[in-house]
């Protein structure tokens, strides 16, 4: 396999004049230690052609390992692997609603995806709060002092983002509406 990744490496680096590691770069390997990073990571990998618009459900992505579990067949994947999705999930619905689930957990690979990702967090609990408090624009909450110190407290509680943040992703959204 090492001879075969370095045949390769050769050939492709030689084709587009480049050096160095042809997966260099964005990618790189972590390890999975806790069975919560394996669901987290399985679902990221997963939801990943969903978030840049390739599919509009994660199992319709021809490359995807997901068909195959949604399938309920074991040919590409590894027997653990596919063993723990049975000790887990009951039914292939359960395992699609825990596809569908908002990840809180972060998997950045750009600046620009940990900003993507505050701005989604931001929006749902925005929402949610909106819905709680019968606020029908978001400017009530950026103007009235207590709901504002509220929403910053509980977001921030929620996210592990910083307020100054929250009140900038508040803002931006008042400016697209």
């Known amino acids: 396999m090492q001879h075969l990744n370095s045949t390769y490496a050769e050939l492709y680096n030689a084709k587009y004049d480049r050096t160095g590691h042809?997966?260099?770069?964005?990618?790189?390997?972590?390890?999975?230690?806790?069975?919560?990073?394996?669901?987290?990571?399985?679902?990221?990998?997963?939801?990943?052609?969903?978030?840049?618009?390739?599919?509009?459900?994660?199992?319709?992505?021809?490359?995807s390992s997901a068909q195959e579990y949604f399938a309920g067949t074991s040919e590409l994947i590894g027997e653990t692997s596919y063993e723990r999705i049975g000790t887990r999930f009951q039914t292939s619905e359960e395992f699609w609603h825990f596809h569908r689930l908002f990840e809180q957990k972060s998997f950045l690979d750009t600046v620009e995806d940990e900003c993507i990702h505050n701005y989604e967090r931001v929006k749902i609990l925005v929402e949610k709060y909106m819905f709680d408090h019968r606020i029908e624009e978001v400017q009530t909450i950026l103007t009235i002092g207590q709901l504002k110190e509220d929403f910053l407290r509980t977001c921030k509680r929620e996210t592990g983002i910083s307020e100054r943040k929250i009140e900038n992703i508040l803002k931006m959204d008042c400016k697209r509406v």
């Open 22 to 63: 042809v997966f260099q770069g964005r990618y790189y390997s972590d390890c999975v230690d806790t069975e919560e990073y394996y669901w987290c990571c399985l679902r990221y990998i997963h939801n990943n052609p969903v978030k840049i618009g390739l599919v509009r459900e994660s199992f319709d992505y021809e490359f």
